[in-house]
């Protein structure tokens, strides 16, 4: 079974903070995205990468940046954390060649900035 | 104007029952839907794709009209576990990216 691992549940940050999202997949996927969900907005892309140290803007990538280094590896970086990314955070994983039906998901991790 | 739109709910639904709803879709060229769930404070997961000719799974059906441009999904026998929230999923076909809509939460009731 597909395992997506991120790094915390809950994470609560300062307005100015370098904040870091980790995640991890076990699965040898190509592919892997990082979301932010917020009420009555659904998913909206951040970044993307397809291959490692390979990385692409998705639809809201203002005020983040990503890091690939390893395949297994996608990290979320927080510049200086403001507090309308105050939000869930949700990291997926999937196949190279897998549409939509082959996302998978981590638990998510609840971010406040205060 | 949101590429995928749903009807946010709550969809309050007596066990048993029989629960339908739509969603919208504004990229006439997306070729592939899906149907994710979402419990509370879970991540999504993969419900059902949605086929042209229609899909079902158990208690699940998922249709798909490109005339009007909607999907929609029926719950037949509902269960309290049936409980969540439902995120329709248009896939952009010009490069892979998901559009994913705000989804629809059902209440299954006793």
Redesign the interface.
Known sequence: DVKVTQSSRYLVKRTGEKVFLECVQDMDHENMFWYRQDPGLGLRLIYFSYDVKMKEKGDIPEGYSVSREKKERFSLILESASTNQTSMYLCASSLRDRGGGGRHFGDGTRLSIL | R?E?EQD?GPFNVPEGATVAFNCTYSNSASQ???WYRQDC??????LM?VYSSGNEDGRFTAQLNRASQYISLLIRDSKLSDSATY?C???DPSW???Q????TQVVVTP
């Open positions: 949101k995928v946010p592939s839907f899906f404070r879970k991540e999504p997961k993969l794709s995120l999923v248009a896939l892979g990216k998901l994913f809509g705000a989804g």
